[in-house]
């Protein structure tokens, strides 16, 4: 008796193990990612953007060139310095 009564034990224990690891799909699964698409599409201006590659509409002439230049300029310039400071606790620098 004693077994049949361990045979059995270990046969549940594995139906058990085997049925725990099937994969059954979740209402989670299914939908996962569906809200983060969902707010992605909805913060999307222009879905066409880009499609066209007709020529760029905006500041023209002397006004357009003397915003590039000022632009390019920014570039040029040394960042501005910056001031650290040091708190101390006891001696210890943070």
Do not use: W
């Not at 077994?3 to 994969?23: M, R, Y």
Request: charged letters at 15%.
């Amino acid at each position: 008796m004693k077994i049949s009564l361990g045979v059995s034990a270990v046969a549940v224990v594995g139906f058990l193990t085997l049925t725990g690891c099937t994969i059954h799909p979740t209402p989670v699964e299914q939908f996962y990612g569906t809200s983060f698409e969902l707010a992605k599409l909805s913060q999307i201006a222009n879905p066409e953007a880009g499609v066209e590659s007709g020529p760029p509409v905006g500041l023209e002439g002397e006004i357009g060139a003397r915003v590039i230049d000022r632009y390019k300029e920014g570039f040029e310039s040394a960042a501005l310095e910056t001031t650290t400071y040091t708190l101390s606790v006891d001696g210890i620098g943070m």
